[in-house]
């Protein structure tokens, strides 16, 4: 993930964080989750000039991927206690 990715995940986390604070993402629908999250999508897809469904589909696939690498850290950091 390069910087200008990490950058536009932290701005839509940040504005989850503050809007849906106790959504859990996995079981909240995708168009619920696109209503909550509009402005901040909005306001990348006018500045990437992209289409909001696009904006939303990077953040889908940059979540993913950071997901991905925390798991992996903390098997490296955490493997052998966690019998890994």
């Given at each position: 993930?390069?910087?200008?990715d990490r950058e536009m995940?932290?701005?839509i986390m940040n504005y989850a964080d503050e809007v849906m604070p106790d959504i859990d993402p996995e079981k909240v629908r995708i168009s619920e989750q696109i209503d909550k999250l509009r402005p901040i999508l909005q306001q990348l897809a006018m500045e990437?000039?992209?289409s909001v469904e696009d904006i939303f589909i990077k953040y889908m696939d940059l979540?993913?991927?950071?997901?991905?690498?925390y798991e992996n850290k903390m098997k490296a950091d955490f493997?052998?206690?966690m019998g890994n």
């Open positions: 993930m390069n910087a200008e995940l932290t701005r990437k000039k992209s979540a993913t991927e950071n997901a991905v690498e493997g052998d206690i």
